[in-house]
């Protein structure tokens, strides 16, 4: 079965400075940005999943890291950069994307886009406070 996938990507480059000064405090400034975006994403798509029984929306969760890692450019890895947060019932991807004799009710591909740019608030506020 395919899973719901959907990517949300932040352009740090300007934080490139921050990285070699103040390394450990990026790493943390970076974990709660996927942090605080993980429970963004969450929060809405609970509001914008289709309610039946409830079982779909009270499955959103599992907000967590995945492996995967931040680059400055250099080489050097900051922290787990990836998470990953979905539905964790079986028909929630027939929710999303519908069937040949099912209408989609998209819950998980609008709340991401929903959050975007909350998340690039959160990261310059995330970035103003390590200064």
Known sequence: MADLNYNIKLDLTEANVYF?????????????????GILLVERYAKQLAPVDTGRLRASIGGG???????????????????????????????????TRRMQAHPFMGPAVDRVRQEIEGIANDELKALL
């Open 20 to 36: 070699n000064a103040f390394p450990k405090k990026m790493e943390f400034v970076v974990n709660n940005i996927v942090k605080k």
């Open 64 to 98: 967590s890291f995945k492996g995967g890692s931040f680059s400055d450019g250099t080489g050097r890895s900051f922290g787990n950069l990836e998470a990953s947060i979905r539905p964790f019932v079986n028909y929630a991807i027939y929710q999303e994307l519908g």
